[in-house]
């Protein structure tokens, strides 16, 4: 039932970035804001052209004042970014990183769940045998900004890239993955590598067996990340929550997104937990450039990292209807899908279906 009147407004930041980012945000806008007036309240957002062809034009990602912009907005959306002709490392640093960081998002958390009507990669899995999540810490770790590169062309040229590791930031991140372990099945898997990382990575064992005490109903698992990424191929029914450092969690959520079925179907959230910053949503699936303008991006990454952002402000009515009618398509084998789900729709005609369950 729609209500007569919104009961609040919320602000969000609309970076729709590059390639099949903006498509895809333009095309689920009308879908999310219908959701929004059936639950009571409504959003205005502000759109950023910000991104690889931002950069091209200006030399940067953002402008240098882009934090100050957006650090009074109630949540921030990401379509995708990225560009052939613009090193990864650019777009990264100069636009990514900066948000994560300057907003303290330091929760980065990524669902895995084999939907109804998907077909897994792997022989034998079906709907709901793959549900796990993952925490990632997202605002140190190895992607931290310390090092650099001397006597640049010649022989003896070095590289040095250091991780940093801090217990605030390893803390926090551990402690949010055994709450949401304590709140699911009360299982969770630390991802290391410490048996070759042994300062960082011990460190961060340490942390784990100090906050597990407060958490005795939580079953502690850990696993090296080479051991980790077999085991999400070979037995992923057995996992509940993962959590990671910053790179770890990057690379195994992208074997998490293959198993379940399609790096469209994966969103993401950039949370910071308080109220201090805004937090940031975006589909793991980037920019896509081989399929841009083609019209067959798959949106439903998006309007699930949309639920995820409902469900931050909590609009866990508007979350869980998003949620429920991208389950709804897909356990339906009569409706549309895009290629990348082995069918022949575009972006337009799968959001289309979308509308006409709500």
């Known amino acids: 039932m729609t209500s007569d009147k919104p009961s609040k407004t919320y602000d969000i930041e609309l970076i729709p970035g590059d390639g099949i980012g903006t498509e895809v945000v333009k095309a689920v806008m009308p879908l999310v804001r219908t959701v929004a007036d059936q639950h009571g309240f409504e959003f205005e957002t502000t759109r950023r052209d910000w991104g690889t062809e931002y950069y091209l034009n200006h030399g940067e ?5 882009g934090l100050d912009r957006l650090t009074d907005a109630d949540s921030i959306f990401l379509g995708a970014v990225g560009h052939p002709d613009v090193p990864d490392h650019v777009t990264l640093h100069g636009l990514l990183l900066p948000i994560r960081k300057g907003f303290d ?19 034998g899995y079906e709907s709901g045998d793959i549900d796990f999540v ?3 810490e997202n605002t140190e770790g190895e992607y931290a900004d310390l090092g650099g590169r001397e006597h640049r062309g010649l022989a003896h040229e070095t590289a040095i890239q250091s991780a940093l590791f801090t217990r605030r930031g390893t803390e926090r991140i551990i402690r949010a993955a055994f709450e949401a372990a304590a709140e699911r099945e009360r299982h969770l898997t630390s991802i290391t590598k410490s048996n070759a990382q042994a300062y960082s990575m011990v460190f961060w064992d340490d942390i784990v067996a100090e906050v597990s005490e407060e958490y ?9 990340v080479d051991a980790a990424s077999m085991d999400l191929i070979r037995r992923p029914h057995e996992f509940d929550v993962l959590v990671a450092s910053n790179l ?17 179907l994966a969103p993401s959230g950039n949370i910071h937990p308080g109220d201090e910053y805004p937090s940031m949503f975006e589909p793991v699936h980037g920019s896509a450039p081989d399929i841009v303008g083609k019209g ?6 998006t309007v699930l990292s949309w639920s995820m952002l409902f469900e931050d402000l909590g609009e866990t009515d508007a979350a869980d209807a998003l949620w429920d009618v991208v389950t709804d398509q897909l356990a ?3 409706a549309p899908r895009t290629p990348d789900l ?6 337009q005609t799968v959001v289309g279906d979308l509308s006409s369950r709500l």
């Open 248 to 264: 770890f969690g990057d690379i195994l959520t992208d074997i998490g997104a293959q198993i379940t079925g399609s790096m469209g």
């Open 342 to 347: 082995g069918g022949d729709a575009n972006t």
């Open 332 to 334: 339906d084998d009569a």
């Open 61 to 65: 990602m953002m402008p240098g004042d």
């Open 134 to 136: 993952v925490y990632r």
């Open 296 to 301: 067959v991006a798959n949106p439903l990454a």
């Open 216 to 224: 005795p109903g939580v079953t502690v698992e850990r696993l090296l």
């Open 105 to 123: 998002q330091y929760v980065c958390k990524r669902p895995n769940v084999l939907f109804e009507g998907i077909e897994s990669p792997l022989r």
